[in-house]
């Protein structure tokens, strides 16, 4: 009678279990009624997926190539960015970059002035919530840094995530004011007039490129349906120090990416700040003392206090003069 | 008689009022409880916490959505590096009915860090898995850390 019992028991116990077994790999199913692009689990987790998916033949015929660069060429973008156009593999179209340049600095004041940043808001991934941890130490010292703006970030943020609505289950949400909200409807709340967005670290390599170009436009779109008036900066994903590289997750493939950030900025009327080349070393890879997650467990991505600093500095100092 | 009559009653009524001035006074249990400042330290003292960053009434306001006049004291402290999730937030609502606002704002944070801790970060997931909004009176508190049940004891015998 207890042997009887003790069957039934088992019986009832993986019964249970095959019901609780929640799958939550198929996303691709039309329960997602928006048109955005939705790509697989596989393809949104990024530092941790063990199988990337399959390089595309587009993919590889999207790799950038070295150009010959005239002195006029190398010698703006060393004043510039503080690399050589020759040096860095990983830089985009230098032409493209050049006439974005030009845009940009037909846009930004005559001379540094922190105010230019108060009625701005970042919005990022965890790179930026780095940017945003900083800007809280400093302020609360007392310090300036980036005047009073505001930012809008969370940790594995991507244009996958920007795009999508809040009944999205696998899409990230940032907060504001204690409230889960999408992108654009955070930037709408914050009021502001200027939108820094650095996206893409959490996309690349984690999704087809149809999958992440067509992200980034609907991003861009939404973006300006709540908030029509805002001025768009985008600024590049920022580079991998050397050794943290893997699988897709190579600066070679933020280079296409912010080749693509860049073509869209250019199509659009968007602001394009090329903060990748300032936090690079002369190679490419990210500034190792810029870096604030090498060794054991580090993905050689985020900032350090120092990098952190560059970055605000060039925005201050730089891209503000 | 009469004299002796008044005088017995004026004794009595001397008794009366004696009595009713020393009744005791309940002492509120808040005259117990350390300033959250104080108990905040008494973590850093005994806890090995990593690099930290305060955060002032604008930043409650701006990330959390807590509004000073919810509150008469708070004490919060996040991790500097934005890869971890540690965190030591304490508030004393201003009253009873600021409580539970207080509480849901919190479980929409921690919330928020188990979203983007799930797919990328399984170790600091944990971590946030194992925390929990808790309430003892008018003291609202969320600790994430490895240390968790040393600094919810530290609290605890704080108030």
């Known amino acids: 009678m207890k042997i009887a019992k003790l069957a039934v028991t088992a019986l009832a116990v993986s019964v249970l279990f095959s019901a609780c077994n929640i799958n939550r790999i198929d996303n691709t199913v039309t329960s997602e009624t928006e048109t955005t692009v939705v790509p697989t689990t596989a393809e949104t987790t990024t530092e941790t997926t063990t199988n990337p998916p399959v390089e595309t033949e587009t993919e590889t015929t999207e790799k950038i190539e070295t150009e010959a660069h005239t002195d006029e060429e190398v010698s703006s973008a060393e004043t510039q960015t503080g690399t050589t156009a020759t040096d860095n593999p990983f830089r985009i179209d230098t032409n493209l970059l050049d006439d974005l340049r030009d845009m940009l600095t037909l846009s930004r004041p005559d001379k540094p002035s922190p105010d230019f940043f108060n009625d701005a808001v970042f919005v990022g991934d965890s790179v930026t919530l780095g940017l945003k941890n900083r800007a809280v130490s400093e302020r609360n010292k007392g310090n300036e840094f980036l005047g009073e703006a505001q930012f809008l970030c969370a940790g594995s943020l991507n244009y996958y995530s920007a795009a999508s609505s809040l009944s999205n289950s696998y899409a990230i949400h940032p907060t504001y004011k204690g409230q889960k909200v999408t992108v654009p409807e955070g930037i709408k709340k914050s009021g502001a007039e200027k939108v820094f967005i650095m996206l893409g670290m959490n996309d690349f390599s984690g999704s087809a490129t149809e999958v992440w170009q067509s992200n980034i436009n609907k991003t861009f779109d939404k973006i300006l349906e709540l908030s029509p008036d805002v001025t768009i900066y985008v600024q590049s994903v920022t580079p991998i120090a050397n050794g943290y590289e893997y699988g897709k997750f190579t600066n070679e493939n933020i280079a296409v990416f912010n080749n693509y950030l860049a073509s869209v900025c250019k199509e659009r009327g968007f602001y394009y700040i090329d903060i990748n080349s300032v936090l690079a070393d002369e190679t490419g890879y990210l500034n190792k003392s810029y870096c604030g997650d090498l060794g054991s467990g580090g993905m050689g991505i985020h900032m350090s206090y120092p990098g952190t600093d560059a970055w605000a500095d060039y925005l201050e100092n730089t891209f503000c003069r | ?159």
């Open chain 2, 1 to 159: 008689m009469k004299k002796i009559f008044c005088f017995a009653l004026s004794v009595l009524m001397l008794f009366v009022f004696a009595s009713c001035g020393n009744t005791p006074v309940e002492e509120s249990s808040d005259k117990q409880s350390l300033p959250l400042s104080e108990i905040m330290a008494k973590i850093e003292s005994q806890i090995t916490l990593p690099a930290m960053i305060s955060l002032s009434s604008a930043d409650l306001s701006d990330f959390y959505g807590i509004e000073e006049t919810e509150y008469s004291e708070f004490c919060v402290s996040i991790c500097e590096n934005s890869l971890q999730k540690d965190q030591i937030i304490m508030f004393k609502a201003a009253d009873e009915s600021y409580v539970d606002g207080i509480r849901e704002k919190l479980n929409t944070i921690r919330q928020g860090a188990l979203d983007e801790t799930e797919n990328y970060l399984p170790e600091q997931f944990d971590l946030v898995s194992k925390s929990e909004v808790r309430v003892n009176g008018l003291y609202i508190t969320l600790f994430v850390s490895p240390d968790l049940a040393a600094i919810n004891e530290i609290f605890d015998n704080s108030i």
